[in-house]
Nanobody, 121 residues
Framework: QVQLVESGGGLVQAGGSLRLSCAAS????????MGWYRQAAGKERELVAA???????NYADSVNGRFTISRDNAKNTVYLQMNSLKPEDTAVYYC???????????????WGQGTQVTVSS
């Protein structure tokens, strides 16, 4: 199994910054695309940003230019630097990773427990 542990959420004023981290651990055979999703109250979960093992990135239009995703393959960790935060960024942020464990035949999606980000106006 693969575990994802997130950290870095919290309360920040509009215009401020936060950095989320997500570390993957466990019996990892391979770790492919990692990303961040968010779910605001009463809304569906949506992709925020993703990064492949090779470093290619993809962002939601709503965060492009404000958020930066990066990863440290040596540490099996993905980061989300969030700048110029807006109240509409308030949500629970979930780490996601496509990984194959040592006992699995193929990769599957794994999710973290979620971390709350609240942006006050």
């Amino acid at each position: 199994q693969v575990q994802l542990v997130e950290s870095g959420g919290g309360l920040v004023q509009a215009g401020g910054s936060l950095r989320l981290s997500c570390a993957a651990s466990g019996n990892i055979f391979s770790l492919n695309t990692m990303g961040w999703y968010r779910q605001a109250a009463g809304k569906e979960r949506e992709l925020v940003a993703a990064v492949t093992s090779g470093g290619s990135t993809n962002y939601a239009d709503s965060v492009n230019g404000r958020f930066t995703i990066s990863r440290d393959n040596a540490k099996n960790t993905v980061y989300l630097q969030m700048n110029s935060l807006k109240p509409e960024d308030t949500a629970v942020y979930y780490c996601n990773a496509y990984a194959r464990s040592l006992t699995a035949l193929r990769e599957r999606a794994y999710w973290g427990q979620g971390t709350q980000v609240t942006v006050s106006s």
